[in-house]
């Protein structure tokens, strides 16, 4: 069915009470015992919209919303949509500076943040010129109104009509390159993600139970957890911790999903954690990844210990979700698959001219859940949204098969005697040891200037006084002798975005 309204929230909210499916759960929290059922959702999202409008904030205005994954996050987001009010997702684990940099870019004239959050963003609140409401989700500290507080009373709006093409949310992005930039999304690219990788990808249906790992906050997360199962009427787990491997293990064994969502780092944890401790019995039927590429002996040895494959996606902040994925009897991990119906995709090479089978090129995508621009950024706009085509800032290669493989980010390649190399490359014939659980790569500089692999590993079991030795070896036996790592370095923890995105430009400054 397609609503009449060009507005998100008619096709994913209001539809289902017409559709008979007011009691079905929409949302349920772990650990809390709370839900909210479509029909909540709907008066609920409803009332919030009347919220906005009581308080004097307008349509085209922004809120910032700054919530862990609960039901009030729904209700926030849908209820925005409703308003015509546009709500900007903040990620949850940044730090002061930052938020205050977002916060006066976005001019957000309202801030939503979770009681547990509060802390975190009281020392800049008061010099922010924009912020008008601070509603906290949650007991209100002094001079704060709770959310309840904010809703209650308020009238119960009608979605508000709306364009398909006309900005319904923000995102930010993750930053894994440098500061995070404002990104647009109009109502039409929620369904249009839905139609493609939704549907026909993933096959979603109402009786699915959906766990992502991966946030509201983060375009992957949101659509995992609010698009997809929203587009059929299916049922999303909730939890708003942080996603450890044990966690998430006992999420997936209690609450039975049938879909589970997660990125690499986190899959990597996980078999990490079931080699040691035993793997539960679960009602999975499939997995995905994205955020980065999926290392291979990951995925395969997941598969081996559930019996489930994991499907390696490619997905963007700018395209709001997957556009080239592995699919469901056609994994071959150690590769990102083929374009998901819908979407178009390109290989350019730096002189600007297609890439060949076999040639490296900066990957291009066009479909229609392709964001409008970044705010307040003409010229990063001009550079990645091409007219139909998107800069995705990946290298490359295009298999004969058609199937694309992953290597590394424009900014992260660099030549070792005239040779181009991947940083992923390397990074994977690393993980691919049993004494490594993460590993990133950057180049660095040796006493003649030139540049050479240099390894940034965590490992995963006691090492023995030679593994720097072994590990080269073990390099130049899997991927060739000029790839190996000069100089490994041994670290606790990698720098990441929230996503679980390596930040490399970090390590670059650390090891120059």
């Not at 409401?133 to 009238?155: K, L, M, N, R, T």
Request: aromatic content about 10%; glycine content about 10%.
């Amino acid at each position: 069915m397609t609503p009449a309204s060009g507005n998100a929230a008619s096709y994913f909210v209001d539809r289902h009470i017409a559709e008979g499916q007011s009691d079905k759960v929409a949302f349920k929290e772990w650990g809390t015992g709370r839900s909210l059922t479509y029909g909540a959702l709907a008066q609920n999202s409803g009332q919030f919209a009347g919220a906005l409008l009581r308080a004097g904030i307008q349509p085209e205005q922004r809120i910032a919303v700054l919530v862990h994954d609960q039901i009030e996050f729904p209700e926030i987001f849908w209820g925005g949509l409703k308003s015509g009010v546009i709500p900007v997702l903040l990620n949850t684990l940044l730090a002061a500076p930052l938020y205050e940099t977002i916060l006066n870019d976005s001019r957000a004239v309202a801030l939503f943040v979770s009681e547990a959050l509060y802390e975190t963003v009281k020392p800049i609140l008061e010099k922010n010129t924009y912020l008008k409401h601070v509603v906290v989700v949650g007991d209100a500290p002094f001079g704060c109104v709770s959310y309840a507080d904010f809703v209650a009373g308020a009238e119960e709006l009608p979605t508000f009509e709306a364009s398909p093409d006309e900005v319904a949310f923000w995102l930010y992005s993750s930053g894994s390159t440098g500061s995070p930039k404002g990104v647009t999304h109009v109502h039409g690219n929620l369904q249009a993600t839905a139609d493609t990788y939704g549907a026909q990808v993933l096959g979603i249906t109402s009786d699915d139970i959906v766990y992502s790992a991966a946030k509201f906050f983060f375009a992957y997360g949101l659509g995992n957890a609010m698009t997809f199962p929203m587009s059929v009427g299916a049922t999303t787990i909730l939890f708003a911790g942080r996603p450890t491997p044990d966690v998430v293990l006992d999420i997936i064994a209690k609450e039975n999903p049938t879909l589970f969502c997660g990125v690499p780092t986190l899959y990597a944890a996980m078999v990490a954690h079931m080699d040691a401790s035993g793997t539960p019995k679960t009602a999975l039927r499939q997995c995905i990844s994205a955020g980065e590429a999926l290392p291979e002996n990951v995925g395969q040895r997941w598969t081996a210990l559930v019996g489930t494959d994991i499907l390696d996606g490619v997905g963007s902040t700018e395209m709001l979700h997957i556009f080239l994925s592995n699919a469901p009897g056609d994994v071959e991990y150690g590769t990102s698959g083929t374009a998901v119906p819908g979407y178009d995709l390109r290989l350019v090479t730096d002189e600007g001219s297609e890439a060949g089978p076999g040639e490296l090129g900066e990957l291009l995508v066009r479909g229609a859940s392709s964001a409008s621009g970044y705010w307040n950024n003409r010229s990063k706009s001009r550079a990645t949204f091409e007219g139909e085509w998107t800069r995705t800032g990946d290298k490359y290669e295009r298999r004969a098969d058609g199937r694309y493989v992953y290597c590394g980010r424009t900014d992260d390649m660099f030549k070792v005697s005239g040779i181009w190399i991947s940083p992923f490359e390397v990074e994977s014939a690393l993980v691919n040891h049993p004494a490594v659980l993460e590993a990133a790569v950057v180049a660095h500089q040796d006493d003649e200037g030139l540049e050479k692999p240099r390894a940034i590993i965590v490992l995963e079991a006691d090492a023995p006084d030679d593994l720097e030795d072994i590990l080269k070896q073990h390099v130049k036996d899997t991927i060739g002798l000029w790839k190996y790592p000069r100089w490994i370095d041994v670290v606790d923890e990698l720098p990441k975005t929230a996503t679980g995105k390596i930040q490399r430009f970090k390590l670059r400054k650390d090891v120059s």
